[in-house]
C-alpha cells in the first residue's frame, strides 16, 4: 500500500487497514468528480472518474496569476451504517464567493452538492465508521485557460478530491500550541483574508513553518492594521471561554472580510445555543487573552474547522512569553461542543439544524436523498456564467 495521492488501495484487506488508521488524506479513494465551465457553455455535468493527474500548460492563468480556490467538507458514516454530507449547499456557497472574490466562474450552489454526492456514492466503501473519522472531501476551482495576459481566465476545472480521514491533528484531539505572528500578517480588510484562495495559505506558510520550528502547532494570526485583535488560525477559526460568574461565556471574533467564515464556527455558535451556552461574535484583543490567561478569567481557548474539529489551545506564545491557557489541558466546554457536533455528524443526536445530506445507495430511502444524477437546474451560476 502506498501513501501517494492516487495511490487507492489494492484490495478489501488493504482498505480495511487504511479505514482504521486513514491519518489525514493520506490515501485517496483514486476517484474524482470533475466539473467544468467555459465561457461560452457555461458549467459541464460532474463526470466522476479514476484519480488522474491534471493536463495543464504552462501558461495556465491560474498558476501565474492565482485564481484558485478551494474548499473543505465531510462526509459521515451515521450509527446506522448510512453516509451524509455535512453543509455541502453552505460549502457550496462559500467556494461561490471565494470565487466571485477572485473574478472567477460561481458554480451554483446545487451542481456543488451534486459533485459531492456523486463522488461519495462512487467512493462509499471508503468512508470510515469510527467516531471523528470521516471521508473528506477537497473541491479545487482552477482557472484552466492558457494565456499570460492579466485578465479572468475564460475556463475553469473544478476537480473534487476525496480521502478517508481521521482529524487532522489527530484522533486524540492533544491540545495545540499557538504563537502570533509578529512580523507578518495574514489579511486586511478589502483584501482577500475570508476567500479560501490558494494564495491566502502560501502567504501563511514561511511564518507557520517558523512557528512550527520553535515548537508550536500553528500560527495565531493578529489583524493587519495595528496587530492587536485576535483573527484566527492558518485553517481554523478560535473560540475563547472566559467565566462569567458561575457560568462561562463563549466569544469568537466577528467576520469582517479578514477571517474564513467558517462553517465549524457557525455550526459550534448554533450548537452553543442549543446547549445554553451564551457565545457571541466579538473582537478581542490579544492583551485581554493574555490578562484573562493570568487571571484565570479566560477558562479556555479552542479552534475549530472542517478538518481538526474542535481542538483545545492549551499553550499561546505572545509578546515573547508562554501561556498556558488553564490547566494546558482540554476543558469541559470545548469538549462538550466536540462532542455536541460528532454526534450530529454521526446521526447520533437529532439533526434539527438540517445540517446533514444523506448520500449513497444507503441513503436512497431517505426523504432528503438527493438523487446523483439529476440534471442541475441553475446553468447561469453566477456572474461569469
Ligand atoms: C483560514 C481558515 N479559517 C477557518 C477555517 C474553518 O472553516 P470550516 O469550519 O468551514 O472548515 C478554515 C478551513 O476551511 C480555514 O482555512
Redesign the pocket.
Known amino acids: 500500500m502506498s501513501d501517494k495521492p492516487g495511490s487507492g488501495a489494492s484490495g478489501p484487506t488493504d482498505l480495511q487497514d487504511i479505514l482504521r488508521a486513514p491519518g489525514f488524506c493520506r490515501h485517496s479513494t483514486g476517484h474524482t468528480a470533475v466539473v467544468e465551465w467555459d465561457a461560452d457553455t457555461g458549467w459541464s455535468a460532474p463526470a466522476v472518474g479514476p484519480y488522474a493527474t491534471l493536463p495543464l500548460d504552462p501558461a495556465t492563468l491560474g498558476l501565474h496569476y492565482g485564481q484558485a480556490v478551494f ?3 465531510k462526509a459521515f458514516r451515521g450509527e446506522d451504517g448510512s453516509v451524509s454530507l455535512f453543509r455541502p449547499d453552505d ?1 457550496g456557497r ?1 467556494l461561490a464567493r471565494s470565487a466571485e472574490r477572485l473574478a472567477m466562474a460561481e458554480m451554483p450552489a446545487d451542481l456543488f452538492t451534486r459533485a459531492c454526492a456523486q463522488l461519495v456514492a462512487a467512493a462509499e466503501e471508503w468512508v470510515p465508521g469510527g467516531y471523528g473519522q470521516s471521508l473528506y472531501i477537497r473541491p479545487l476551482l482552477l482557472a484552466t485557460e492558457a494565456d499570460l495576459g492579466l485578465r479572468p481566465s475564460r475556463r475553469y476545472r473544478c476537480v473534487f478530491l476525496a480521502y478517508p480521514a481521521d482529524p487532522c491533528f489527530g484522533s486524540g484531539f492533544r491540545p495545540l500550541a499557538v504563537t502570533t505572528a509578529t512580523e507578518t500578517v ?1 489579511a486586511v480588510r478589502g483584501g482577500t ?1 475570508e476567500s ?1 484562495c490558494a494564495g ?2 502560501a502567504a ?1 506558510l514561511l511564518t507557520r513553518t517558523r512557528a512550527q520550528a520553535a515548537g508550536y502547532d500553528e500560527v495565531l494570526w493578529l489583524d493587519g492594521l495595528d496587530r492587536r485583535r485576535v483573527e ?6 478560535v473560540f475563547f471561554v472566559w467565566r462569567d460568574g458561575d457560568g462561562s461565556r463563549l466569544t469568537t471574533p466577528p467576520c469582517e472580510g479578514t ?9 459550534l455558535l448554533t450548537l452553543a445555543g442549543d446547549l445554553g451556552l451564551p457565545a457571541v461574535q466579538e473582537p478581542t484583543a490579544i492583551d485581554d487573552v493574555v490578562d484573562g490567561v493570568r487571571s484565570g478569567r479566560l477558562a479556555e481557548m479552542f479552534a ?4 481538526g474539529v474542535v481542538v483545545a489551545v492549551g499553550r499561546i506564545g505572545a509578546g515573547g512569553e508562554d501561556l498556558t491557557v488553564g490547566d494546558g489541558r482540554e476543558g469541559p466546554v470545548t469538549r462538550r461542543l466536540r462532542t455536541a457536533l460528532l454526534d450530529v455528524q454521526h446521526g447520533r443526536t437529532p439533526d434539527k439544524h438540517g445540517w446533514l445530506l444523506r448520500v449513497g445507495a444507503t441513503g436512497a430511502a431517505h426523504a432528503h436523498v438527493i438523487p446523483t444524477d439529476a440534471p442541475h437546474t441553475d446553468e447561469g451560476g453566477g456572474r461569469n456564467a
Open positions: 474548499e473543505g467538507l460549502h462559500r495574514r483574508g479560501k491566502n495559505y501563511s484566527e488560525l492558518s485553517t481554523m477559526n477571517i474564513v467564515r467558517g462553517l465549524t464556527r457557525d455550526s475549530c474547522g472542517t478538518a
